[in-house]
């Protein structure tokens, strides 16, 4: 879906960064579009996640701790471009980052130590967190259609392409799908953190995940044509926030 297109001469020698925005919005056509991948099993269960979530964030009774393992178990679930098992893969050896299958373990042994209500809130979080794993694992759309953009089995095209994720073993994670998925990155795709992205009018911008709302991508255009990638459930919000930005 095409959201918008905005009216945006030649840029000096050694440009600073802020120039190089002031470039982009004042004298090129940029073009933002939305790209929501439709998965309807999905979306039934982030639904149940995030209302089970919510609950368990918003009780007293509930360890901070495990308020922060939920948060983190979603978000890895529904934000990242690649199948969970290739996030697991590159954060295994980091004690800093916590794969998907450890949060689920995790989160299953803390249920089966506190009572209540919010035991067995935790314990149907934990279960259609790991039914949506296995799909995940299984079949992952929102995977497929990045490899169709940037791999070299996808659409061929000379254009330059930059991919933005938000951490840099969401690069790994990507480069490990790409190598066991038995595929390559094309010549003309680049893989980016959010805060390694430079404006260009030459490149064409694929932000793989949902950013943070405060992500300055929303507000400031890092190339001429700009594409936002996500799963459904997060369309409505990462729609309102380009609206709202850009």
């Known amino acids: 879906e095409l959201l918008s297109t905005a009216e945006s001469t030649r840029l000096p020698e050694n440009p600073s960064l802020t ?72 954060v295994a050896d980091n004690y800093y980052q916590q794969g998907v299958r450890e949060l689920l373990e995790n989160l299953r042994g803390k249920a089966q130590r506190i009572d209540g209500r919010e035991a067995d809130l935790l314990v149907n979080y934990y279960e259609a967190a790991n039914a949506l794993h296995g799909r995940l694992n299984s079949a992952h759309p929102l995977q497929d259609a990045l490899f169709e953009l940037i791999s070299t089995d996808g659409k061929s095209t000379d254009d330059a392409r930059a991919v933005v994720i938000k951490y840099d073993f969401e690069r790994k994670a990507i480069l490990q799908a790409l190598t066991l998925e038995d595929t390559t990155l094309a010549d003309n795709v680049t893989i980016h953190t959010e805060t390694e992205i430079s404006p260009t009018a030459d490149t064409e911008v694929i932000v793989a995940r949902p950013l943070d709302a405060n992500s300055y991508l929303y507000d400031f255009p890092t190339a001429n044509r700009i594409v936002f990638l996500q799963y459904e459930p997060w369309a409505p919000i990462v729609e309102d926030r380009i609206a709202s930005g850009i």
């Open 19 to 90: 120039t190089r925005f002031e470039h982009l919005i004042n004298t090129e056509e940029i073009s933002v579009e939305h790209v929501t991948i439709g998965y309807p099993e999905l979306y039934e269960i982030v639904a149940d996640l995030s209302a089970m979530r919510n609950d368990l964030q918003n009780s007293s009774n509930v360890q901070r701790v495990i308020k922060m393992e939920v948060g983190w178990l979603f978000n890895l679930l529904t934000r990242l471009p690649v199948k969970p098992e290739y996030w697991d893969g590159v």
